[in-house]
Structure formats: C-alpha cells, structure tokens
C-alpha cells in the first residue's frame, strides 16, 4: 500500500511535536504538514523543538508552521490528520473538518463525549472504530491521558467483573501543555486538584470499555472515582489505583491476566504497537518516571508501554501502581496507533 498523505494541528506544542517525531520516516505515514496559531507561524520545527532525545528527520526538522485555516486545510485532501488543538478553541476545528470529509484523529477533550465519536484506545476497544470508519468524514479519539493509562490496566481484569475502581494520580507538568503550571507553582510542591480531569477519568473509561451495539456504544456500568494532583515531573503520570470486584480475585490469576495481554496492534504486528502493552515489575520501588518510562525497548514504539508494579490483592480488591506516558502513550501515540489500524485494514 502506497503512503498515506496526513497533516498535524498544533503541531508546534508539546503534543504536535510528539506527532512529528513519531511520524518522522514513518512507513504507513508521509512526512505530515504542519499546522499552528500565528504564535509559531512560519517558525520551522527546529527552531521550537522542546523533545528530548528524538530522532526526527532532517526534512521534517526544516518544515515551517502553516497557518491554520480550515478550509484550505480541506482543500489539502489529506488521508488523515492529527489534532493536537486546545479544547477551549472558538472554532470546533475538528468538527468543521469532519463534516467536510476528514478523517480525524484528535487529543483534545472538545468532540470526545459526543455520541458519535468514539474514545478508543488501540488495545482496548478497537471494534469500537467500526462505528465511523466507513464514513468520508469522522473524529476518532483519544481519552484523557490518565484516562488511556487507566483503562489500559483494567482492560484485561475487565473478565473478573470489577465494580468500582478509585484512583490517585500524579501527573506530570508537561500534561498542562507548554508554557503549563508556572514553575513557582509546579516546584517543590504538589497541586491537589487538576481542572475537569476527575470528570474526565469517570466519564471517560466507561466510554472505552463499553460496548457497541447497532453502530451505538453503551458505556460500562464500572464505577470510577478520580482524585487528580499535578506533581513536579516533567513527563509521565503516576496512577495509585484500587479496584474492587464481585468477589475475592487471586493475586496469580491477576497477574497472568496483565502479563499475557496483548491486543489488536500487537496481532497485527503495527510500527507503533509495543510489544507488551502492559509491562509487570515485580521490584518493590517501581514503576518510577525517570526510570521506567520510555518502557518497551523497540524504538518507535519506546514510552506506549503502561508499566504496573506493587501489585497486591486482598480479598476483592486489588491495588497496583502504573506509569504511562502521556505525551506519547497518552496522546500522540495513542493517535498514531489508531490510525495504523485502519491503514493496515484499508480504510484511510
Ligand atoms: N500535554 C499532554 O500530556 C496531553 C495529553 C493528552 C491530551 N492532550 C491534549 O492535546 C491537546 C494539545 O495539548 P498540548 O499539551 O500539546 O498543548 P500546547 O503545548 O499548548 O499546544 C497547543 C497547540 O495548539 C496550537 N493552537 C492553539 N490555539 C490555536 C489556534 N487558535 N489556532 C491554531 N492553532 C492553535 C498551538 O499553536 P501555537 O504554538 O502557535 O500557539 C500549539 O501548536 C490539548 O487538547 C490537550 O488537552 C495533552
């Protein structure tokens, strides 16, 4: 199959530039088009760049900031494009662009509870992609990024029949977007209350781990309680996560669930799928942001990986702690991820 033609929106902020690198020589993917405010426009990508550590392309480094404008957007005739806007922009963007024909594939909060756009997160509710993918036009998701690195978890514990799941997270400044929580603010301290994202966590994974029925999901009737804080990490959210189920779980069933999960991207051996989705450590003082976060170890799928660790179980409940990383596994990644599935079943 020939290489799909695909643009990214606010492509010079945190998550855009995650775009750039995980799209750099991409084989399903051409090098995007890039797209920002007037803020960055005709600014190239080097002269923004805030990723560590990438390996983007010499030629994508060189392209400069379009501005955005959408419909010269939808004059482009792109294959697909990925949206790293604010929600809190006036224009609904990715809407305008959907109805003109535009496959989307959107991080931002503004389209994600809308009836027909469903949340998906590529190992965990695939078929739920059935619902728009024939359409010319449509938004696919992605959750919330503690809501992606919740679900992925739970996802194969979902045969035990959970209950009610109450989580803590610890999230990463980075997650504010750039500039972010001002640094007298983020520094030495911890914020314990993070705009809308508890609503989002609640609202959100039961949107995902429903199920579709007659083009409709039905969300799961799974409990979740959110307390959200904001930590002085630059990248990866921390999850301290209870769950309770019907009855009393076995620790070693728990585990082998965890373990042996695998999903539709690693079936079907996708560029960006990590080889395990979840990783199980055992040691006692992991998962740890600057140790474990750019978990997998296979290069262009480095930081999709959700890595679980001080998993215990008593009696119904059990606890663990988990790490994802979200501006990779969390948003640009997750995007990706979802759009290579419907590249490889000939849908983009
Ligand atoms: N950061 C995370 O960990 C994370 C994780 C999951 C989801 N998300 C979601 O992903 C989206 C992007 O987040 P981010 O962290 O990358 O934010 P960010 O760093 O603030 O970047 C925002 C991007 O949008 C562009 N933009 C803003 N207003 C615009 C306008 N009116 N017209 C055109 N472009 C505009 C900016 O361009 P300029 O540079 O020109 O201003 C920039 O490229 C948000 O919806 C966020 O909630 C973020």
Known sequence: MSKKKVAVLGASGIVGQRFCQLLSDHPFFDIPDLYSSQR?????LLDILRVPDHSIADELL?????LLDTDRIARESYDAIFCALPSSMEENVELRLSELGNRIFTNSAMN?????????????NPEHMEMVE??????IANGNCSSIGLALP?????VLNPIHVEVTTLQAVSGAGYPGVPSLDALGNVIPYIESEEEKISTEVPKMLGTLKE????????????TCTRVPVLEGHTESVAIRFDKNVDLEKVRNLMINFRGLPQDLKLPTAPKKPIILDSRNDRPQPALDLMNDGSGRS???AVTVGRLRVSEDTVRFVALS????RGAAGGSILNAEILYSRGKL
Request: avoid cysteine.
């Open 154 to 158: 739970i996802r194969p514990l979902t």
């Open 215 to 226: 083009g409709r999901i039905t969300n799961s009737a799974l409990r979740i309680d959110a």
């Open 302 to 304: 480095d930081g999709m």
């Open 325 to 328: 990383h979200n501006t990779i």
């Open 40 to 44: 960055s426009g005709s600014k190239k």
């Open 134 to 139: 024939n359409r010319s036009g449509f938004i």
């Open 62 to 66: 060189h392209m400069k900031m379009e």
């Open 112 to 124: 994600r509870m809308r009836i027909d756009v469903p949340i998906v997160v590529p190992e965990v």
